[in-house]
């Protein structure tokens, strides 16, 4: 019995284009995001993982190729933002 409407609850059938889905989980999407989300103003690239806004917005979006690439062009910014603003993590 639903208790804000005093019916009886009804059982929901799955509609039948999620019944063929399946039980797992698709894998993570690979990032390099440590949970430091501060952006340099100078640079405009997050001090955490060296991505733009703009990459960290439409990182979903991007095909597993592409994120790949970036993630290995990331290192090379790290010397864009100023040594002190970095020692502050």
Do not use: H
């Not at 790949?68 to 290192?75: D, G, K, Q, T």
């Amino acid at each position: 019995m639903n208790t804000l409407t005093k019916r009886p609850l009804r059982s929901r059938r799955i509609p039948p284009s999620l019944s063929n889905m399946t039980e797992t989980a698709p894998p993570p999407i690979k990032t390099p995001c440590i949970k430091v989300c501060v952006i340099d103003g100078t640079s405009g690239l997050c001090m955490g993982c060296y991505r733009s806004l703009p990459e960290v917005a439409g990182w979903g979006r991007l095909s597993a190729e592409a994120r790949e690439s970036l993630m290995a062009e990331l290192p090379t910014r790290r010397s864009r933002i100023a040594p002190e603003k970095l020692a502050m993590f």
